[in-house]
């Protein structure tokens, strides 16, 4: 229990899921105090990310209903847990799904950002105490990533947030809470790419996009993107990409036109779809030799990748990255600046603003694809 002095729990409004893939439900909730070393967050700006959506419309976990999904947000901290010192009641904060604890084994490497203590949480749970902080009539609502943006106040520990200036938009920098920064991170820190180089980028929502955006910033020759949207060749021209393949209207497999495109095979590619047959496309895609696919996706089916190990044998190298490698604590604040000094764009990824009350209509977007990112602003 958290000391003599800590707040009271609070009731406020929540988008709580019910079921897997049945609509959200505007209900009132009871946010229990933050316990130690965790703060109490006012969430000002959340967008939907697609994980969010995947993971609603997963029945693999049916136990973890009612559930508070969300995971891409800014707020303001509202009251802090017993032995917290780095944050204090007013800061301004991004929330973050895989913490850093800052002592264990991955966060001493410099190596990984897989923190073994506040890394991706599954099981619906704070990692503290494996209980919920959110309840209604006493029953639980499970978290989601420990992170649950979808309600007007969530409890993170504070590991699992960072602190930025109250100067940068918090409708805008949310983006960078999850998936601008995992397109980043991928192309600037898991596959550094270099100069002159040439990338194929499958898929060209968010993260995708923020890969091309990072590989132009990095001088890359060729940004070929992928997607089965013809909506998508607009906007990927404007975030960096040189060509544009819709595999539907190719009658050859499109690894043959991207090889055709960059003299055997790219150097870099990404899988930002969430289909793992699309991994392998992706595999197929790069240069033998040296060739890295980097895949960032969660499928929606079928975990398992197959690949003809030649492909493996002959060079190439598969890496999978969460939040683009990057170390919340210690990455996140000099991507913040890079946005305030406008070195990287976000705005234009956001394609919708929409009240807190609304918030099954940005899931419905989502699900026909007809948006990038949808900012969902909370009552203030
Ligand atoms: N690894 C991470 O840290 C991380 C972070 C955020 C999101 N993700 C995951 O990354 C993926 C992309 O996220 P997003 O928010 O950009 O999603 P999104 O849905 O906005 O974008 C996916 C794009 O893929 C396209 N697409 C679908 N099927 C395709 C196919 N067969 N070939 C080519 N393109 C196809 C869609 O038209 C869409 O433009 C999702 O799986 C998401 O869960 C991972
Ligand atoms: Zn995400
Ligand atoms: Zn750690």
Redesign the pocket.
Known sequence: MAGASSPAAITCRAAVAWAPGRALVMEEVEVASPEAMEIRVRVVSTSI???DV?QWQSTAQPDLFPRIFGHEASGVVESVGEGVTEFKVGDHVLTVFIGECMSCKHCVSGKSNMCQKLGLERKGVMHSDQRTRFSIRGKPVYHYCAVSSFSEYTVVHSGCAVKVSPTVPMDRICLLS??VS??LGAAWKVADISEGSTVVI????????SVAQGAKLRGASIIIG????PE?QAKGKAFGITDFIN?ENLNEPVQQVVKRLTNGGADYSFE????T??VSTALQSCSDGWGLTVT????KAKPEVSAHYALLLSGRTLK?????GWKPKSDLPLLVDKYANKEIQVDGLVTHDMPFSDINKAFEL?LE?R??RCVVHMPQ
Do not use: E
């Not at 499958?202 to 996009?209: C, I, K, N, R, W």
């Not at 992928?226 to 949207?229: F, L, S």
């Open positions: 990310c697609r994980s995947t999850c998936g995992a397109g499958f898929g060209l929502g968010t993260v995708g996009l992928v997607d089965t949207n998508k595999p930002c779809v969430g289909d047959g699309v960032l996706g969660v499928p999978g990255s969460l939040f683009g989502m694809n948006c990038l």
